[in-house]
């Protein structure tokens, strides 16, 4: 893969009950997808899969999320979920800001997204700005094999908030070099370049989950 792409292994099935998306910014994706579904009997059954395990390994690059999802009535199938990129005007605003705020830049080197921040460019998607693909035969969107790769995308976005910024078009260490040159006094003396020493967070535990039945 090439540096503008993040690979991340498949979630294994995990039954268990609670929340399906734990950060503020995770749950606000998981409500982009589903105030533009039409038909909530597939995003029902898409948490069913995506807690099931049958979301194969998540490829996460600007714009685009991909993976196959396994289905007992076929597949498997490939689904992706598009997201426009940041035009370069809102990347200088977002940077800016972010550079101008030390709370701003101690937080995303902690793996925390300002709500402040992300509102400034409309960083997390709204209503229509997810575009689900997939090569099943159902006409819903999204469809079941995309929705639990939605699902599952918030827990990646949980663990690291910069998988969001790459789905918006800037890797992390783009990111954090720009914020370097931008940043005379970091906060707390943290270089932004030491970010790259400092262990990312374990993906979320999923015994919480429970699957939703088949139907």
């Known amino acids: 893969m090439t540096e503008r ?6 979630f294994p099935a995990r039954p268990g009950r609670g929340p399906f998306a734990r950060s503020w910014w995770g749950r606000a994706w998981l409500q982009a ?33 991909a993976a ?10 490939r689904t992706a979920l598009r997201l426009a990129e940041l035009s370069t005007t809102d990347w200088e605003l977002l940077l800016g800001r972010a550079a101008d705020r030390a709370a701003h830049l101690a937080a995303l080197l902690d793996r925390d ?18 575009d689900p693909e997939c090569d099943c035969p159902g006409w819903e969107l999204p ?28 890797t992390e260490r783009e990111v954090l070099d720009e914020l370097g040159r931008r940043t005379s006094r970091p906060p707390e003396g943290m270089l932004a370049a030491d970010a790259y020493a400092r262990p990312v967070p374990p993906l979320p535990d999923l015994a919480e989950f429970t699957p939703v039945p088949r139907r």
């Not at 533009?36 to 049958?54: C, E, I, K, W």
């Not at 997204?113 to 997810?130: K, M, Q, S, T």
């Open 5 to 10: 792409v993040r690979g991340f292994p498949a």
């Open 33 to 65: 997808m589903e105030d533009t579904a039409l038909d909530q009997r597939q995003l029902r059954r898409g948490r069913g899969y995506a807690v099931a395990g049958l979301v194969g390994p998540i490829a996460v690059s600007p714009g685009r999320i």
């Open 68 to 77: 196959t999802v396994d289905d007992t009535g076929g597949g498997p199938y």
């Open 113 to 130: 997204l300002p709500p402040e921040l992300a509102d400034d460019v409309g960083l997390l998607p709204g209503i229509g700005d997810l």
């Open 143 to 170: 469809c079941r094999h995309a929705a639990a790769l939605s699902f599952q995308v918030s827990w990646l976005l949980d663990a690291d908030p910069f998988v969001l910024l790459l789905m918006r078009g800037r």
